[in-house]
């Protein structure tokens, strides 16, 4: 592993960058410690990549400071920062060889040859590409040409290496293939990850902690647990999938619970959050797995039961997505059924039904 | 009755086989046809070149085995003695010295070409189409009026010298005319532009996440050129030589105008046997020469460079 | 970083002297165009006589309605061929294909010393075509149809052929599909190769010169005349003109072309 004392591997203090007109990204700050694979969501032009641009040096910063190592690099060029970058289209040389490729930053750094030569298979090892040192990269696929990007960034032994998106252009069952590869990887080496992606999903499953982002500014810094289930704003819920969201304020408490009303009377329990002033909530969200349907007339008590009518269903596989129509909400409630027991069809368009959710399942969100 | 009936049905039946006979033929031609979509495309394009491409350089190369004729006629004996012209003292001078010339003119052309590309391409910024107008822009006058414009410039009593003279830089008007050197300075302003093209179209095709990649891995800018930037545009160099080089091995105008008819080139040579003492069988010895040294160099370009290279610079 | 200012000035230095000496020249051509003095250098005086008289000149008014006689009639055929056969051997594979490029590549790439006479001695010797305008127009039709053709070429792969595609599945059969879809697809690259074809058709003096025969003259010829034989700076004139009214285009048509573009903006990630 790597020891560098106190100082954390990333720090970015109060950056912004503009285009022109257009600001990406806008007064930033974010640490990683050292170790971690740090991942920064967002949809597209939310600042993600730039601010992976700005500490790898491809573009500088209009103000603020990033940090490597505790060190200042805003005025160090790229060619010179101890970070590696793996770009969205790999950026392989066409010209060079799997070899040759993986060898090109060692090379620049007048690495004796024997040594690059131990260092490169060494990476080949890491990567499970041995026996592919000889092509070039259009002979190679998809999945392993992801790899050789990984390879040549890893072999230099970066302080902290970087990643642009780098499994969008893979299909699903490669790209859960790969994460899992890089997850691998990253454990072996213990070298830092930033990494930028879009997609909920493999931000989910890689990352120790995750920014989410939106219009150059940071939403929401927390671990994987974090983002999904504890929400904090708007954005968050909304990007998370958890697309059920009431405009609502604090109506009334009673010991554990709280009790908050919409608008159009709707009146919603939630339980004791912590961290959230429940005087400044403004709205709820509740992920639609969370909700469960049952027929008019159960029994169910201690939670929020509102009485709906199916308007759609879609069925996804692994389980079935409900629309409700529901008179005191502008919005119609999605709801997520479980496919567990297949054959059975409970339900049916147009249909009355009972939808409830757990008093913790309703999410506290702030503007 | 019945011998009526089976006269008209006889006639009847050896019609029908008849129509049948020319339908089977008429079929067979048009499934040649279909089966062939691209003939009326590729059709006119090719009749064209046999006709007026091919047709006329064989022809040449066949006369230039032929004996020419005491007045002007052409004897069908096979000889070799047209090619044995080549080998005359005079004529070897004449091509050696345009092979030399020409291969000046490529590398004084890609020394030249190759950091202006690059100036346009890395620090054009938005006026990089402009920009390489304004260098094609004097390739689309004549050749001729653009070599009677450097005359002009560079004779004795030319604004060059003028200039010169006024600026007390020289004492007394310079000798630039009608010396090889005035004809190298004459390829090179003709052919520079069409080296620049190429190289800037490579240029302008590179992945800049490439260089980025590079710079990300540790290569300074130097480095970068050298390892990532030169290699990959390494074929336009080809294309652009091929432009210039042989150009270059046939200009006529060139001696004539800049080295006044005193330096003579290849060019020259093939416009004097064919038009000016109309012996053609040694002006197309000349002639197949030349174009066996075209053939040949273009070989080597498609070879090291790929037609498609080739095609993008138009 | 010092090397890098100190290569990036050099590279400046190269391009700017070059793009005088490129420059000079003509710049010259088109000032002494407008000087009184009928030799020397001496600038004497601003003067548009000389482009008067130019217009006065029957043998130049001739030579340049010849010029532009070949040119149409070279533009017209190039692109009629060269269109079709780019779309055959874009859309088709089939023996020869190979072939076809090579040879095709090569009235561009030949010296035009050795293009010219060889088709001199063709129509000479071998078919008995009487030089004249017609020789010299196959001679321009020789070489630009396959400027045409690599140039609509190149584009094609820019297209969207799917659209041919829509056209049949919607009932044309193939014919109004080329006419009506496939053809407007294609203008802008025939508009294109035009472009390239003029200045290549209308400056081409080697070839022409080797078969055009007696009394045939383009404006080359002309020109040539003048140079060898000058009295009056005549070819300062059209020089200056042909320099000037393609300058006059590309400024017009890059005027143009910024009009569009600006209509386009693209974001920032």
């Not at chain 1, 902290?160 to 790969?178: A, G, T, Y």
């Not at chain 2, 020409?102 to 202006?116: D, K």
Request: proline residues 4%; hydrophobic residues 45%.
């Amino acid at each position: 592993m790597i020891d560098t004392g106190n100082a954390r591997c990333l720090e970015i203090k109060d950056v912004s960058k503009k285009f022109g007109a257009v600001t990406a990204v806008d007064h930033l700050s974010l640490y990683v410690e050292q170790g971690q694979i740090f991942s920064l969501l967002g949809p597209s032009g939310c600042g993600k990549t730039t601010t992976l641009r700005l500490v790898a040096g491809l573009e500088t910063v209009d103000q603020g400071e990033v940090l490597l190592n505790g060190k200042i690099v805003n005025d160090i060029p790229a060619h010179k920062r101890e970070c590696s970058t793996v770009f969205q289209t790999l950026a392989l040389f066409p010209h060079m060889t799997v070899e040759q490729n993986i060898a090109y930053g060692l090379e620049r750094r007048k690495v004796a040859k024997k040594e690059i030569i131990r260092k490169v298979a060494r990476m080949l090892d890491l990567v499970q590409l041995l026996g592919m040192e000889k092509r070039r990269p259009s002979q190679i696929s998809g999945g392993q040409r992801q790899r050789v990007a990984l390879a040549r960034s890893l072999v230099l032994e970066p302080k902290i290496l970087l990643l642009d998106e780098p499994l969008s252009s893979l299909d699903r069952k490669l790209r859960k293939e790969m994460t899992i590869e890089l997850k691998r990887v990253q454990r072996e080496v213990g070298i830092t990850f930033l990494y930028v992606t879009h997609d909920q999903k493999v931000a989910l499953s890689m990352s120790d902690r995750i920014a989410v982002m939106s219009k150059g500014k940071i939403e929401q810094i927390d671990t994987a647990q974090g983002i999904y289930e504890v929400p904090k704003t708007y954005f968050v819920a909304e990007f998370m999938g958890a697309v059920n969201i009431f405009r609502c304020r604090l109506a009334s408490r009673s010991g554990e619970k709280m009790y908050f009303e919409t608008e159009e009377g709707m009146k919603i329990l939630a339980a004791m959050c912590t961290g959230v002033c429940a005087e400044k909530a403004t709205g709820i969200s509740v992920h639609p797995e969370l909700i469960e349907l049952s027929p008019i007339g159960t029994k169910i008590a201690n939670k929020n039961v509102f009485k709906g009518k199916i308007a759609e269903m879609n069925y996804q596989g692994d389980c079935i997505e409900v629309k409700l129509a529901y008179h005191d909400s502008k919005n119609p409630i999605t709801v997520s059924l479980s496919n567990r027991i297949r054959g059975q069809s409970l339900y049916k368009v147009g249909e009355e039904v009972l939808f409830h959710w757990e008093a913790d399942g309703s999410n506290v969100l702030t503007d | 009755m019945g011998a009526v009936a089976d006269t008209i049905s006889s006639k009847r039946s050896s019609k029908i086989t008849e129509t049948r006979r020319q339908h089977h033929s008429g079929k067979k031609i048009i499934g040649f046809l279909r089966r062939r979509a691209y003939f009326p495309y590729v059709g006119p394009l090719s009749v064209w070149i046999i006709l007026f491409v091919i047709a006329p350089l064989g022809i040449i190369i066949y006369y230039s085995f032929l004996r020419a004729g005491p007045s002007g006629n052409i004897i069908a004996v096979f000889t070799l003695e047209n090619y044995r012209a080549l080998f005359n003292p005079t004529v070897r001078v004449v091509f050696l010295r345009t092979f030399l010339l020409a291969f000046l003119t490529n590398l004084i052309c890609l020394i030249v070409g190759y950091p202006i590309a690059y100036w346009i391409v890395m620090y054009g910024g938005r006026w990089k189409h402009r920009l390489v107008f304004l260098l094609i822009m004097p390739s689309w006058t004549c050749y001729l009026i653009r070599l009677y414009a450097l005359k002009t410039l560079m004779g004795y009593s030319g604004l060059l010298n003028a200039v010169l003279l006024k600026l007390n830089l020289i004492q007394a008007p310079l000798q630039l005319l009608y010396t090889p050197g005035s004809i190298l300075l004459g390829l090179v302003y003709a052919w520079l532009p069409f080296m620049v093209l190429p190289i800037y179209a490579s240029l302008e095709g590179l992945d800049p996440l490439l260089l980025e990649a590079s710079s990300d891995l540790g290569a300074n800018s130097f480095e970068r050129f050298f390892t990532v930037t030169l290699p990959l545009t390494k074929g336009s160099l080809f294309v652009g030589s091929l432009l210039v080089f042989i150009p270059s091995l046939g200009d006529w105008l060139a001696p004539l105008l800049l080295g006044g008819d005193k330096v003579l080139l290849a060019g020259s040579l093939v416009e004097h046997y064919f038009l000016k003492q109309g012996n053609i069988p040694v002006g197309s010895s000349l002639a197949t020469f030349l174009t066996a040294v075209v053939l040949l160099a273009l070989y080597v370009v498609i070879k090291f460079a790929g037609q498609d290279a080739l095609e993008r610079v138009l | 970083m010092k090397g890098r200012k100190v290569a990036r000035s050099v590279l400046l230095g190269i391009s700017v002297l070059s793009y005088i000496i490129l420059w000079a020249p003509a710049l010259v051509l088109i000032l002494f165009s407008f000087s009184k003095n009928r030799f020397g250098i001496k600038w004497e005086g601003f003067t548009l006589e000389w482009y008067a008289n130019l217009l006065s000149q029957p043998a130049a008014m001739d030579a340049l309605k010849l010029s532009i006689l070949v040119v149409a009639i070279a533009i017209v055929v190039s692109s009629l061929g060269g269109t079709l056969a780019a779309y055959g051997l874009y859309k088709y594979q089939f023996k020869g294909r190979g072939i076809l490029r090579v040879v095709s590549l090569l009235p561009l790439v030949m010296p035009t010393v050795v293009t010219g006479a060889a088709m001199l001695v063709y129509f000479t010797q071998l078919i008995h075509l009487r030089l004249g305008i017609g020789s010299v127009i196959i001679a321009h039709i020789t070489f630009t149809i396959p400027l045409s053709t690599f140039v609509v070429l190149g584009r094609m792969s820019r297209i969207d052929w799917s659209l041919e595609e829509a056209s049949i599945d919607l009932g044309a059969n193939k014919v109004t599909t080329f006419w009506k879809i496939t053809f407007p697809l294609l203008l802008p690259s025939i508009f294109a190769s035009g472009l390239l074809i003029f200045p290549w058709s209308f400056n081409d003096f080697i070839t022409t010169y080797f078969v055009a025969g007696v009394g045939v003259t383009t404006l080359p010829i002309y020109i040539f005349s003048q140079v060898r034989h000058s009295t009056t700076p005549i070819v300062n004139t059209i020089g200056a003109i042909f320099i000037i009214i393609p300058l006059l285009g590309t400024l017009f048509t890059s005027f143009f072309r910024n009009r569009k573009s600006a209509q386009s903006r693209s974001g920032h990630d």
